[in-house]
């Protein structure tokens, strides 16, 4: 049974840091494009990074520099840091393995003062 859980988001404040997980099961991620989509109230779901099954990664314009995506491989799990968080990247953000369309169930970051 495929799986892909979220897992580390929360409140913090702008400037602040938080790591998301997303445990995958059913399915090796390194064997994968694995990435991270995001969605604000009242938006359209937004692409944020992906990483490629060499370990390539990239991500929007609007968070690089800030995010990194990231994989390890012995738990099966990719990650997203973001650092120097602002209240726009307030969302529920997703886990998703393109190639058949597996979604997560979300987690939500809160940035706020």
């Known amino acids: 049974q495929v799986q892909l859980v979220e897992s580390g988001g929360g409140l913090v404040q702008p400037g602040g840091s938080l790591r998301l997980s997303c445990a995958v099961s059913g399915f090796t991620a390194r064997l994968y494009h694995m990435a991270w989509y995001r969605q604000a109230p009242g938006k359209a779901r937004e692409f944020v990074a992906h990483i490629l099954q060499n370990g390539n990664a990239n991500a929007a314009e609007s968070v690089r520099g800030r995010f990194t995506i990231s994989r390890d491989n012995a738990k099966n799990t990719v990650y997203l840091q973001m650092n120097s968080l602002k209240p726009e990247d307030t969302a529920v953000y997703y886990c998703?393995?393109?190639?058949?369309?597996?979604w997560g169930q979300g987690t939500q970051v809160t940035v706020s003062s």
């Open positions: 998703n393995q393109p190639e058949n369309n597996y």
